[in-house]
């Protein structure tokens, strides 16, 4: 994994007003989510919980510090499926069945009643936090969609986010994807030990200060 983001770890960094991050998905799930730390793996379950715990603090650090977090409106999509996804994996858990997604979405109004209300808690909580940026998805973007998939490794949704970034102006993103790693001219701040084994290795681990009478901080 070639590093080309700088990296700050979030657990020894202090988020400053003048700060705007976006915000990935996964981390939106951890904060607002009842089910992030679901595992069948109880040892992951674990893990993901010190995950979790992480990037509640940061963020409460950031509100507490008056910076901004900003959402993408196309994030909703990517929350709902995890949440459906997940939703299903505990029914399955509980039940000892192996129903497919589509047929737990299709044959299980119960169950989907309260996936909708999963998904709409969630949301609403995002929009309460952050404030919204939006990108408007015309022939420009797609073509740009296009060029950024062939020059880094990210999925569909996180090439939506980067060019968000871009057209908002924003080079901070939080998240827990070591895939934002490898993209260049972007600050990514996380708590993803492989991702900061990684960039500390390859001289990209930076540490944030402000010294006195300076507005933002350096990054050393």
Not at 6 to 20: A, G, H, L, R
Not at 83 to 109: H, M
């Amino acid at each position: 994994m070639k590093v080309q983001a700088e990296v700050i770890d979030i657990t020894k960094d202090t988020p400053y007003s003048s700060d705007t991050f976006l915000v990935d998905t996964n981390v939106w799930l951890y904060l607002t989510y009842s089910n992030a730390n679901f595992s069948t793996d109880s040892n992951y379950q674990v893990i993901l919980s010190r995950t979790i715990a992480n990037y509640t603090n940061y963020l409460g650090k950031i509100k507490k510090n008056e910076a901004v977090l900003a959402y993408s409106g196309l994030t909703l999509a990517e929350l709902s499926h995890v949440i459906e996804k997940t939703e299903c994996d505990i029914y399955n858990s509980q039940t000892g069945n192996s129903i497919k997604l589509k047929d737990y979405r299709n044959d299980f109004p119960t169950e989907r009643v309260n996936v909708v209300a999963e998904v709409q808690s969630v949301w609403e909580q995002v929009k309460s936090i952050g404030i919204a940026v939006n990108l408007n998805i015309d022939e420009t973007v797609i073509v740009n969609l296009s060029t950024l998939f062939e020059q880094y490794p990210l999925d569909g949704y996180d090439l939506f986010l980067l060019e968000t970034m871009k057209k908002e102006g924003i080079d901070k993103i939080i998240t827990n994807d070591k895939d934002f790693c490898t993209v260049s001219g972007i600050k990514v701040f996380t708590s993803n030990q492989v991702v900061i084994a990684a960039a500390q290795t390859q001289n990209k681990l930076r540490t944030r200060l402000k010294l006195p009478n300076e507005q933002n901080p350096r990054y050393l």
